[in-house]
């Protein structure tokens, strides 16, 4: 069983930094890559970024590029996602993904497995 368990939300200024951290187990780490996903109060779900677990490959959406990194540690068999800069416009509820087969370095459009979330709120 694949469980994702998000931590490190919270309330931020805007311009603050926070680093959201998921601690990910039963993944066939072969095979698997996580990103992360976003929801903000009445919108869509939104793809942020995902990493392969080797680390090698990387991909963000525009409007993160140069504010969000994502990383993993594989001793700890964790995923994170630094965020700093942070806009009001970033408040959402932050979702830890991980999936089999979809590639890094397309905008994915869902995952096989997710956290249940935490929540990021940047005031203005």
């Known amino acids: 069983q694949v469980q994702l368990v998000e931590s490190g939300g919270g309330l931020v200024q805007a311009g603050g930094s926070l680093r959201l951290s998921c601690a990910a187990s039963g993944l066939t780490v072969r095979s698997a890559a996580l990103g992360w996903f976003r929801q903000a109060p009445g919108k869509e779900r939104e793809f942020v970024t995902a990493?392969?677990?080797?680390?090698?490959?990387?991909y963000y959406v525009d409007s993160m590029k140069g504010r969000f990194t994502i990383s993993r540690d594989i001793v700890k068999n964790t995923l994170y996602l630094q965020m700093y800069s942070l806009k009001p416009e970033d408040t959402a509820v932050y979702y830890c993904?991980?999936?089999?087969?979809?590639?890094?370095?397309?905008?994915?459009?869902?995952?096989?497995?997710w956290g249940k979330g935490t929540l990021v709120t940047v005031s203005s």
């Open positions: 993904v991980a999936d089999e087969a979809r590639r890094v370095g397309v905008e994915w459009d869902g995952a096989d497995y």
């Open positions: 990493i392969d677990w080797s680390g090698t490959s990387t």
